[in-house]
């Protein structure tokens, strides 16, 4: 079993940033991919970022530029540095990997809102 702590929600005033994390734990053979999703009030969850075993990434068209996803493979953790908030960005968020025994995992999620 593997388990995923995010940590680094909050509140936080539109233009500002927050940085997620993302640790996980258990029995991990091999991670093949990290990500970031993320679902407001009343929407389909969405993938915000992922991040694959040889470090290519990919965003959101509505991330991209603002938001950075990178890992520290040492400590199976994951990160999601979000820079230029906006009011539509408030979400919970929630993280996902899938090992390489293609097992895949989600942590419970942490709430990020963007407000004046």
């Known amino acids: 079993q593997v388990q995923l702590v995010e940590s680094g929600g909050g509140l936080v005033q539109p233009g ?14 091999g991670i093949y991919s990290m990500a970031w999703y993320r679902q ?31 890992r520290d493979i040492t400590k199976n953790t994951a990160y999601l540095q979000m820079n230029s908030l906006k ?8 993280c996902h990997t899938r090992l390489t025994t293609w097992s ?3 942590g419970q999620g942490t709430q990020v809102t963007v407000s004046s």
């Open 40 to 70: 407001a009030p009343g929407k389909q969850r969405e993938l915000v970022a992922t991040i694959i075993s040889d470090g290519t990434t990919n965003y959101a068209d509505s991330v991209k530029g603002r938001f950075t996803i990178s």
């Open 16 to 29: 500002g940033s927050l940085r997620l994390s993302c640790a996980a734990s258990g029995s991990i053979v």
């Open 87 to 94: 009011p539509e960005d408030t979400a919970v968020y929630y």
């Open 104 to 106: 895949s995992y989600w």
